[in-house]
């Protein structure tokens, strides 16, 4: 009787399987070949990502800093980081809701994203670009439900991730090493030495390439540290290994990017990994490597190539408060004063709509009714990421992130002090890591390139390693 009950359903489940199936061959017989290629491949993730929403995630993770590179060379194709995600989030959502247990983040962090969310969406009423302040808005959607989606999953899957981090960058620097010391021709204006150019990885662009850097170096490094106690053998040995090595290629494609915010940022960084070494049980270590580090910096100047040293002095070269528009441009001090030009249009537009902004990702829109005369072209952003968020969201809007930064800054504080071995250098790893973009945000805007999404997995991290007690009193 009961065999005689299930067999209905099972007939109808095969049923349509094969008409799902008879669906497939049919798209894929008529659809073009890269069309066909996505559609196989979402049918294969589909089952393992229902099981491993994380799986999507961390081939996202991989694929999202190739975005602009693929842009160029393949402008038909629509972005897979972000079908990639698309697909992690459906199957974390379905299964969330079969098992009727879909988790959503309430700590500090999140319902200050959410508050942003809220905000953001209310200054694009009176936006002049309605549909790119509409995908900016999606981006930060995406940066709170990745967030949610890492938090939400078992602590053994955090390994999983962070190696997908970790490849992504150490891809990343062998692409940008390559490009500065080994490829020998480039464009002409990333220019640095005869046969070396600037290191620009998949982003096309030196300055957010070498934000990205800035991410990843110091989280290797402190994982590398925090693998390699004294009493460990065998594989902790081996993972330290491979994060130093990563540490060492991403700093060295930071270096090759030869982008003074990002060395700005690093310098930040680095100040956060040796203050984060400074604890009770550790002190006089933290203090001797403290000023080691300190003495092989100043060693090190004259070890560095002068266009590098030239560079480093030119970070607060021509630095002023001054009126751009009296300021006549050359080619020894261009690059400055047009980043400060940018920055008086974004501050004035924000002294125009002091509230609301003229909407979330409509600086370039509004760019024109701003502008300095000798500055017609706008650079899609102030190339201050504060200065960008005054002019799109008022003070409100910029006031929400300051606070987004510090909570965050603040859950990285408690796991580090609750954490031990490698999960307090992972805590240690994430906070050296915002420093950087906290600093190197100054200067320019990392949030391009799916570098949210980036941001947005250490977030989820982050959550994860609160103390339980913490989390529910949250």
Not at 285 to 309: D, I, M, N, Q
Request: hydrophobic share 60%; aromatic share 8%; proline share 5%.
């Amino acid at each position: 009787m009961l065999a005689t009950a299930h067999r209905p359903q099972q007939n109808t489940r095969a049923l349509l399987v094969a008409a799902l199936g008879v669906l497939l061959g049919a798209l894929l017989w008529r659809a073009p070949a890269l069309l066909s290629a996505v559609l196989v491949l979402g049918a294969v993730l589909l089952p393992a990502a229902l099981r491993w929403p994380l799986l999507p995630l961390a081939l996202a993770l991989l694929a999202g800093p190739f975005k602009a590179l693929l842009a160029v060379t393949y402008p038909a194709l629509p972005d897979p980081a972000q079908l990639l995600l698309g697909l992690a989030l459906l199957a974390w959502l379905l299964r969330g809701l079969a098992q009727r247990r879909l988790q959503l983040p309430t700590h500090s962090v999140a319902l200050l994203l959410i508050l942003f969310l809220v905000f953001g969406g209310a200054t694009l009423l009176a936006a002049q670009d309605l549909r790119t302040g509409a995908a900016e808005w999606a981006k930060w959607l995406q940066v709170l439900l990745v967030m949610a989606l890492v938090a939400a999953e078992p602590r053994r899957s955090t390994p999983w991730l962070l190696a997908a981090l970790l490849l992504s960058g150490a891809t990343q620097a062998v692409v940008g090493n390559w490009q500065f010391a080994l490829r020998g021709y480039g464009p002409e204006h990333y220019s640095v030495a005869p046969g070396l150019f600037r290191a620009y990885g998949g982003f096309e662009q030196p300055n957010p390439f070498g934000g990205y850097m800035g991410m990843v170096w110091p989280l290797a490094a402190a994982l590398a540290a925090g693998l390699w106690p004294a009493r460990q053998v065998g594989r902790h040995k081996l993972l330290a290994a491979a994060c130093a090595c990563v540490a060492l290629l991403a700093a060295g494609a930071l270096l090759a990017s030869y982008s003074r915010g990002a060395w700005l940022g690093a310098g930040a960084a680095a100040a956060v990994l040796l203050l984060g070494m400074l604890r009770p049980a550790g002190t006089r270590a933290g203090l001797r490597l403290a000023l080691l580090a300190a003495a092989l910096l100043f060693a090190g100047r004259s070890l560095l190539p002068p266009s590098v040293v030239a560079r480093m002095r030119s970070i607060t070269q021509d630095i002023t408060v001054a009126d751009m528009r009296g300021v006549v441009p050359t080619s020894a001090n261009f690059a400055v004063v047009e980043r400060l030009a940018h920055w008086q249009a974004a501050a004035e537009m924000a002294a125009a709509h002091p509230w609301l902004g003229v909407g979330l990702g409509n600086y370039a829109a509004a760019y024109e009714r701003y502008r300095l005369v000798r500055w017609p072209l706008a650079l899609g952003h102030a190339h201050n990421f504060y200065l960008n968020l005054a002019a799109e969201t008022g003070l409100p809007g910029l006031l929400i992130f300051v606070a987004l930064l510090l909570a965050a800054a603040q859950q990285g504080w408690r796991a580090l002090r609750s954490a031990s071995g490698w999960q307090r250098a992972l805590a240690l790893g994430i906070l050296a890591a915002g420093a950087h973009l906290a600093a190197h945000s100054v200067v320019d805007n990392l949030f391009v390139n799916n570098v949210h999404l980036h941001v947005a997995s250490l977030l989820g991290m982050l959550a994860a390693a609160q103390p339980r007690s913490t989390k529910a009193a949250q």
